[in-house]
């Protein structure tokens, strides 16, 4: 297993003539290391994979990479108990995007209806298809994804009250219980398997993204009722003294209630994994925090320095220890490869008055880095992302090496040792050796998608580049650029960015026309990997 070591580095050396000397110096840096490394231990055949996600975290949101004002001591432990990778990406600034690569294998532009979905979205996933749940479900495992779903259902018009599928369950998920899209649009209500949960007969659910249901309160019509308040997009149906996007009507015993969300959901793993500890398992976790609306149970209240929108990530760090707490007390510590990280970068203010911005405090939630959410900055995809696996990750090992959840399909499919069909995954790499921190001769580039298809961010080595550095008009862009004390303003329509990451962690300096051969080379690699040209070349297969 893991004899893609040569592949690896054919790829690099393909694009050799991309990168700087300094570039190709690290490269042979990281080899050597990777020898270095190639530890003696025994990698164990199916172990259980459990990966949970965070909606919105940051860079900076977390205590080991820096966050001072943000208690997460589970996160802490799960690092220094294994390790800390600090080039780690999503694919994409925004949600839907994010996780359709992490199922699929492939960068979310390649397929148009991968953005931002609205809460009556189709199935955005071909059921047909080979996707992460029905690799490991065909490879033996019991699979379940339970929390944050927000990849559409069904195939256009969706009855509430009937049968809502397809879904989770026929892309190859054994057990579904989903937030169907995001906390912050109707409906509010779980989807367990094919229907929604606690929903009474007598009192179906209706559900419109255009237009209220007469005599029901809305943000607008009733701020009294209001906890918050948010901007009209947000000012929908309320639950919870919250209104969100969109109208719905009924339903009420299905409601769910957000101060117990994560406990409910946590309970939910503990059975799946109890149920399951003599069978491998793969259970996606994606919770909510700290998407807005923020609402942690009362127990987190005061619990950071940051008010809720850091209340709201120690309930997420609260859940990740549970997580840990089950696999302990069912002996499946050994056996469980443990990852956790997040969707996309930080936004504060995403469309209510909840204090995010107020109550910072001084936090910065991307670190070091530029932008947040919709961006194609750093802070936008660069991640926490922590992997723990006792007697296989070493403890403590902190590790640069550049990641990106799209390759986790072909780096879970060399784990289990099978071939992925020719036409899937095509932008995953088997970056195995990585995950289990055995190299640091990480991918070659990063693409980095921020909000729409056309905005995107590609970092080869040190260097980053954003060709169309635009963000789409509705998103505000003072919500990124408040966040981080060393942005620089945003760019007009028409300018290339080119930075230099070691120099210029923060994107600060526009190097676009000193670098001309560099912006070309860079520009050649995105035009090639944007049109699939020699995809086998640019992911090793
Ligand atoms: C945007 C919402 C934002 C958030 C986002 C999805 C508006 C103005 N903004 O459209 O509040 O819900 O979608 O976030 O509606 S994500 O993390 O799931 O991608
Ligand atoms: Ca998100």
Redesign the pocket.
């Known amino acids: 297993m893991m004899s893609n070591k040569r592949t690896r580095e054919s790829v690099s050396a393909k694009l050799l003539p991309f990168f700087s000397m300094m570039a190709a110096a690290i490269f042979l840096f990281s080899a050597c290391s990777d020898d270095y490394r190639s530890g003696e231990s025994e990698i164990p055949d199916q172990p259980n994979i459990v990966i949970i996600y965070a909606?919105?975290i940051g860079f900076g949101d977390v205590g080991i990479y820096g966050s001072e004002l943000i208690p997460t001591p589970y996160m802490d432990e799960m690092a220094r108990s294994g390790m800390k990778m600090t080039s780690a990406y999503a694919t994409s600034s925004?949600?839907?995007p994010s996780r359709y690569s992490i199922l699929t294998g492939e960068y979310a532009f390649r397929n148009e209806r991968a953005q931002?979905l609205d809460g009556d979205a189709p199935l955005l996933i071909d059921p047909d298809g080979f996707n992460i749940a029905r690799m490991f479900r065909k490879n033996g495992y019991r699979t379940s994804i339970i929390g944050k779903w927000?990849l559409g259902l069904g195939e256009g018009e969706i009855d509430w009250n009937g049968v809502v599928k397809p879904g989770p369950l026929e892309l190859g998920f054994e057990e579904s219980f989903i937030i169907p899209t995001?906390t912050?649009?109707v409906p509010t209500v779980y989807v367990n398997g094919h229907n929604v949960e606690n929903l009474d007969p007598d009192d179906p659910l209706y559900v419109d993204y255009n237009e209220n249901f007469e005599g029901e309160p809305t943000g607008n019509s009733h701020p009294e009722l209001l906890r918050y308040l948010a901007?009209n997009?947000?000012s929908g149906s309320i639950l919870d003294g919250v209104s969100r996007?969109g109208f719905q009507k009924g339903g009420a015993s299905a409601m769910w209630n957000d101060e117990e969300m994560s406990i409910e959901l946590v309970a939910l793993a503990e059975e799946f994994i109890s149920e399951n500890k003599d069978n491998p398992f793969f259970l996606f976790f994606p919770l909510h925090q700290n998407?807005?609306p923020r609402i942690p149970n009362e127990k987190f209240l005061g619990s950071s320095e940051t008010g809720l929108r850091g209340d709201h990530t120690v309930e997420f760090d609260w859940s990740v220890g549970e997580i840990v707490r089950i696999l302990e007390e069912q002996g499946l510590r050994e056996n469980t490869l443990l990852i956790i990280t997040s969707?996309?970068g930080p936004i504060y203010d995403?469309?209510y008055d909840d204090g995010a911005i107020e109550d910072a405090n001084g936090h910065v939630a991307n670190g070091i880095y530029r932008g947040g959410?919709y961006t194609a900055f750093e802070g936008a995809t660069r991640l926490p992302f922590i992997v723990n696996w006792p007697g296989v990750v070493e403890p403590g090992i902190v590790s640069d090496a550049k990641f990106s959840q799209v390759d986790l399909m072909a780096s879970f499919a060399s784990l289990l040792e099978i071939q992925l069909p020719d036409d899937t995954g095509i932008d995953s790499i088997d970056m195995l050796e990585v995950l289990l921190g055995k190299s640091f001769d990480g991918r070659p580039h990063i693409l980095q998608q921020g909000a729409g298809r056309d905005h995107m961010g590609l970092r080869v080595g040190d260097w980053k580049l954003i060709p169309n550095p635009r963000v789409p008009g509705?998103v505000n862009p003072k919500h990124n650029e408040r966040e981080n004390p060393i942005s620089t303003p945003m760019p007009t329509r028409d300018t290339i960015y080119l930075f230099n990451l070691a120099d210029d962690p923060g994107e600060t300096t526009n190097l676009a026309d000193q670098q001309p051969e560099i912006v070309e080379d860079m520009m050649e690699l995105y035009e090639r990997i944007l049109s699939e040209n020699d995809i086998t070349v640019l992911n090793g297969r």
């Open positions: 909606d919105d925004t949600c839907t931002i927000h995001t912050d649009r901007d997009q947000h996007i998407h807005v969707d996309n995403d469309g959410k509705w």
